[in-house]
């Protein structure tokens, strides 16, 4: 009797554990996260590829890029917003570890670009003559910091995160 008992209390430890490991290898266990996090992945593409260049380009005045960076930073920041609460919804680890390295590049990039407009948007009037003096050097170190972001947003969207139907 002790013998057909611990028999059964094994198959069905063996029952659960087996379908317990096929469900996790199923597919995503929450589609609709999984469609928004492929969502803000393509809005961080579209601020990677097209909004960055343009605003980082020297051959705007520092006007036009206030103007564009006014414009599309709220956009921004939103996504930023998203990707941080899509990391703390997630179901796993690995889920909320993709959305946070992706919200941290988004928010490492809004902040060079914030910090480049402010730089180049400065009235070298009102500025004190160290400042003015260094501001070219900050102005390309500003640059570089843009490449750096954009670069490391770049690597974190590769693989690129597909959409899910």
Do not use: K
Request: overall charge neutral; hydrophobic content about 45%.
């Amino acid at each position: 009797m002790v013998i057909a008992l611990l028999v059964v209390l094994a198959l069905a430890g063996w029952l659960i554990y087996y379908f317990a490991r096929r469900s996790r290898r199923a597919g995503p266990a929450n589609p609709p996260w999984e469609a928004n996090l492929a969502n803000a992945a393509g809005t961080a593409r579209w601020m990677s590829d097209s909004l960055t260049p343009n605003i980082a380009n020297r051959a705007n005045s520092g006007e036009q890029a206030v103007r564009m960076w006014t414009e599309n930073s709220a956009a921004v920041s939103d996504l930023e917003r998203r990707l941080y609460e899509l990391a703390g919804g997630a179901t796993s680890e690995a889920d909320r570890t993709r959305a946070q390295q992706l919200a941290n590049a988004v928010s490492d990039l809004r902040g060079a670009l914030d910090n480049d407009v402010r730089l180049r948007s400065a009235d070298v009037a009102t500025l004190d003559p160290t400042a003015a003096a260094i501001r070219p050097s900050l102005i390309q170190d500003s640059a570089t910091a843009i490449t750096t972001a954009r670069a490391r947003l770049s690597e974190v969207l590769q693989p690129p995160i597909p959409p899910h139907s």
